[in-house]
């Protein structure tokens, strides 16, 4: 069996949060736990609410933040101890498109500095050039070679993302990770740059982890679907299984809330989640969704116990999911919605 290009157990990130001189110091949990492997040339979405740790993650698989515990495999090597050129070498290989193409640029920089910039960084000499290797980047991405000297604000929100992606492709990396690179855009907009990451990866062969909120995005573009809640990963599978036979109460749940053109779709059966997102420094025992949670107010005086109890592994984390894949088909009719309602 080949290693995955990127593996990740057991990752944790714990952030110390110092509430006064009295009170001590508490841990925000932002990521808690979660483990995943990435194949080569294949796309990873990472998906949930905002606050659920999705961003963290990325931060974490560039080394931009040390994790607490936990390890992240780059063909089968722990990058946590990589140091001097090792370490420069998995810079090289792993790169990132940012969430705001406007924020991730320096606005005193020329566009063809900035998609330089890596290469400097690196001391690669292209030998066709450094102005002919940065235009042909250009060129990749759907941009004029000849807007070169051109300042950001002088480009579009599509067109500053697209310069993103020049410079994350500049050193022709084996993984991008691309947190929320369409989010900012129009959606005509964001069809395109999803299009042209799609078509260099055809080319390429690269790999990515897409982090997003949009579920339609995903669902167009990733190969297999992770989903997050408060640190954890509540379901991972494939894209056809996590969109066509979800089998968590959450995943049914964000599922639900993507809007649809059809005027005549039966919104009454829309799954909403009462209450609060915890806060990560406190999360809830056993299963952290167990609060939200629009199975467990149904369950029986011993089932519920269990989530409270102990935290559910496994690719769809519920203790339940017999009862959920029952119980959550059944929500939305009146008598469903009563007894969620009075719980």
């Known amino acids: 069996m080949s290693t995955p290009l990127l593996s990740v157990e057991d990752l944790a990130k714990h952030f110390a949060d110092s509430k006064g001189f009295l009170r001590g110091t ?34 974490l698989l560039m080394r931009l933040l040390a994790p607490t515990s936990g390890r992240i495999l780059l063909d089968g090597t722990d990058v946590a101890g990589l140091r001097g050129s090792e370490l420069q070498e998995f810079r ?36 066709e050039g450094m102005k002919n290797r940065v235009a042909s980047l250009m060129d990749r991405v759907g941009l004029r070679p000849e807007h070169y000297n051109r300042f950001p604000h002088e480009f579009s929100g599509g067109q500053k993302q697209r310069v993103g992606i020049a410079r994350a492709l500049a050193l022709e990396p084996d993984v991008v990770i691309c947190d929320e690179p369409v ?3 129009d959606v005509s907009v964001q069809a395109q740059v999803i299009n042209l990451l799609q078509d260099i990866q055809a080319d390429t062969g690269i790999s990515y982890v897409f982090i997003a909120h949009d579920l339609s995005v995903v669902k167009h573009f990733a190969d297999e679907v992770a989903v997050m809640y408060l640190g954890r990963i509540m379901e991972h ?64 005086e011993e089932k519920q116990k269990l989530c409270g109890e102990r935290v559910p592994t496994g690719p769809a984390a519920c203790h339940h999911l017999a009862d959920a ?6 929500l939305g009719s009146p008598e469903e919605r009563k007894v969620h309602a009075d719980s």
């Open 325 to 330: 894949a029952d119980l959550v088909s059944r």
């Open 26 to 59: 508490s841990h925000v949990k932002a990521v808690d736990g979660i483990s995943f492997t990435l194949e080569r040339g294949s796309t990873l979405g990472l998906v949930g609410e905002s606050g659920c740790g999705k961003s963290t993650t990325g931060r």
């Open 92 to 127: 090289r290989r792993v790169q990132m498109v940012f969430q705001n193409p406007a924020s991730s640029l320096n606005p005193r920089q020329s566009v063809g500095a900035a998609i330089a910039a890596p290469l400097q960084a690196q001391g690669i000499k292209p030998k």
């Open 183 to 185: 989010s900012a855009l």
């Open 237 to 300: 599978a494939s894209r056809d299984e996590v969109f066509g036979a979800p089998r968590h109460p959450y995943t049914q749940s964000l599922l639900s809330s993507v809007p649809t053109p059809d005027p005549t779709a039966d919104r009454s059966r829309r799954i909403r989640l009462v209450g609060d997102l915890p806060h990560p420094s406190n999360p809830p025992s056993g299963c952290v969704f167990r609060t939200r949670c629009p199975v467990l107010p149904l369950l029986d």
